[in-house]
């Protein structure tokens, strides 16, 4: 077809020129120029006139491509009657246009009539607004960038927008739009996220299945109030109307409490092994399940948060085992935990041990003395050990701590076996006094950890299994950088300190103990000052680096435990077994020592008014009061008295020595009360 030029309207200036296009001989392309847009009028295939005005570009000189009707139905009145553009009824491909930000747009609209819809473009022809009845049906397929942003819409489907957009609907108030769906700039498909949504609703009819998710997905189910990030795992138990956690092993032990009712979470209440990873170095998130060593929770509060309290009911004869997989850094995520154990269930935390270098066996050991001052256990040293590791004798399957170095010799604490050491219980204590030249060994750092409170409660024994709160190989770190701060415990049942450090003071508030003591801290070196105040506790073995004040705690020290300040006891009683003093005084009154097994060292001994060393070993005083420092009565008098029964008379100035204490079965002080008496 040749190229012709109508003048519309009579207008001067207005023109449309018809190109036939190559392809398709039934498309034509109109282009209109003028001040006014184009109007088209006559009778084509119908009654009807079509109106087209050049907003598809928003400008003077639009292109319009028009597809003839085929195979629709054209016959009298089945064309629209009103609308700019107006067609037959069937047509499925109606408008055409090349807007200015380039791509063509194909727009098909009728109404449930089979009647046309208005549409139009805004400013810049980014959207298209149709009105029209509720039953309109619209099909767009376009690949339209803006004109203005140069956003690209998705490049298939029926309809297409932009990313971050969405489709929209008016409330039936008509004060606000309501996005329906879209996807956000995440990538997440958001439905009824709009804040304007009343609700959501996903409804089925009678014997209709709705399905989330699949067998390959999750389901998360985030708890009100609180942002999605560890998710809750449900699925249907096939019973009506029901659903159920999955087990601990399909999900990983994860799932949350319905909102607004307390936490119990069957699944995570039933695992007997946590992964926590607080450096964040080992995989640590907390969305991880946390319960296989590869995917361990990166903070403790997530799992409180999981069982919902700091103080959880743990399950009858329930054990749970937090392996702390990293060192925590410093002055975050503080630990607080008190759970309520029973039917001999135990709850603890474990530190995985930072080797130091390699194992080494070409090690001289220097057995232990007992005397005055007698020889502590040294090992020559190897590699990079540094005083305050760990170290594993393989050979002899113990542990025990580096207290010092000096030329080449490690003076070790009083080795314990492993089982002891790593058996959650209440354990038969003993030394292992085996180790000998040529052994294996293997020095570790302990991982540090921001501990506030171990506090277990419950009492239960069930056959040998005894409910107890546990702590093994961490360094309980001091926030003030020095010993200031306190480690204060109070428990209800059996806690164990076994093989830790202790860089903060350990203050032991009070607790019952009706079995015996209700804190054992078991081959652990305590850095800041150890202090009883009350309740019951024994401290085996390890050192004491600033010493013991004892007020009002019934207290046991033993395992050849080394005190490396001075013990200071006050209106207490207790219990000397094995006990190493180093060059200090211990100073004693009013209150009781009971020597069990021995007093020896360097150390010195001063008892005050009311104080009282008992010798309840069995055995004799020279065989069991070892220190080779000074013996006195207020810390000055070095002489006591005794009394002579045959002549009703009292001997003084008697020298206080273990020899004197055999002789005349122990010395006083008439003036002030203090004693040196009894065997035992």
Not at 283 to 288: A, L, Q
Not at 334 to 347: D, L, Q
């Amino acid at each position: 077809m040749a190229d012709c030029v109508v003048t519309i309207d009579g207008t001067p200036g207005e023109t449309i020129t018809l190109f036939p296009s190559p392809g398709d001989p039934t498309v034509f392309t109109l282009e209109a120029s003028g001040a006014a847009g184009v109007t088209l009028a006559g009778d084509v295939n119908g009654p009807a006139a079509a109106n087209v005005a050049d907003q598809a570009s928003g400008n003077v000189g639009g292109v319009f491509p028009i597809h003839a009707p085929v195979a629709a139905d054209t016959s009298a009145g089945a064309v629209a009657t009103s609308g700019a553009v107006r067609l037959p009824n069937g047509v499925t491909e109606g408008v055409e246009a090349v807007l200015s930000g380039g791509g063509n747009g194909i727009l098909a609209a009728a109404d449930g009539a089979g009647n046309a819809i208005d549409y139009a473009t805004d400013g810049n022809n980014e959207q298209v607004n149709i009105g029209g009845s509720a039953t309109a049906l619209i099909s767009a397929r376009t690949a339209i960038a803006s004109a203005t942003g140069g956003v690209v819409p998705a490049q298939s489907g029926q309809l297409r927008i932009p990313n971050d957009t969405s489709v929209s609907a008016r409330n039936a108030a008509d004060t606000a739009d309501v996005a329906l769906i879209e996807l956000d700039a995440s990538n997440a498909v958001q439905v009824g996220s709009d804040p304007n949504a009343s609700s959501v609703q996903v409804a089925g009819n009678a014997g209709s299945i709705i399905s989330l998710g699949s067998s390959t997905s999750e389901v998360n189910v985030p708890v009100l109030g609180q942002a999605l990030a560890t998710p809750a795992f449900v699925t249907a138990n096939g019973a009506a109307g029901t659903l159920e956690y999955v087990s601990a092993s399909a999900v990983g032990g994860l799932g949350l409490p319905a909102p607004g009712t307390p936490a119990y979470n069957p699944a995570w209440y039933a695992e007997t092994d946590i992964y926590w990873d607080p450096a964040g170095t080992a995989g640590g998130s907390d969305s991880n399940s946390g319960t296989v060593i590869g995917s361990p929770v990166l903070t403790f509060k997530e799992i409180v948060r999981r069982y919902g309290s700091i103080s959880p009911v743990m399950n009858y004869g329930q054990n749970v085992t937090v392996h702390q997989l990293t060192s925590q850094p410093a002055s975050q995520d503080p630990v607080f935990f008190a759970p309520k154990i029973s039917g001999g269930g135990y709850s603890a935390i474990v530190g995985t041990l930072i080797a130091n270098g390699s194992p080494s066996s070409s090690v001289v050991v220097t057995p232990k003395a007992r005397g005055g001052p007698g020889t502590l256990l040294q090992v020559s040293s190897f590699g990079t050990v540094a005083a305050g590791n760990l170290l594993f004798n393989s050979t002899r399957n113990s542990y025990a701590f580096v207290d010092t170095i000096a030329d080449g010799e490690m003076v070790m604490t009083q080795p314990i076996s492993a089982a002891l050491l790593t058996t959650p219980t209440s354990p038969a204590l003993a030394e292992d006094n085996s180790w000998a030249t040529g052994d294996t060994m293997q020095a570790y750092t302990l991982p540090s950890v921001n501990l506030k409170q171990w506090r277990p409660e419950g009492g239960d024994v069930v056959g040998s299994a005894f409910s107890v709160g546990w702590v093994q190989f961490v360094n309980i770190a001091d926030a003030s950088g020095g010993t200031s701060s306190e480690f204060t415990f109070w428990g209800e049942t059996l806690t164990v300190l076994s093989a830790c450090t202790v860089a903060s003071r350990l203050y032991i508030g009070g607790g019952l103990g009706g079995r015996g003591a209700v804190l054992l801290v078991m081959g652990c070196r305590v850095v800041g000052l150890c202090a009883g105040f009350a309740g019951s506790a024994e401290i085996y073995g390890g050192v004491l680096d600033a010493g013991l004040t004892n007020a009002n705690c019934n207290l046991t020290l033993d395992g050849d435990i080394i005190v490396r300040s001075s013990i200071s006891v006050q209106a207490s009683y207790t219990v000397i077994g094995a006990v190493y003093l180093d060059n200090f005084t211990t100073n004693v009154g009013p209150g009781m020592l009971r020597m069990t097994v021995a007093l020896w060292g360097p150390g010195s001994l001063a008892l005050y008014a009311n104080a009282v060393l008992y010798n309840n070993t069995g055995t004799t005083w020279a065989a069991t009061l070892l220190i080779n420092g000074a013996l006195s009565f207020g810390g000055t008098l070095t002489t006591g008295s005794y009394y002579t029964a045959a002549t009703g008379l009292w001997v003084g100035a008697v020298a206080l020595s273990a020899a004197n204490f055999d002789t005349h079965n122990g010395l006083n002080d008439p003036q002030t009360g203090a004693r040196f008496c009894g065997i035992d």
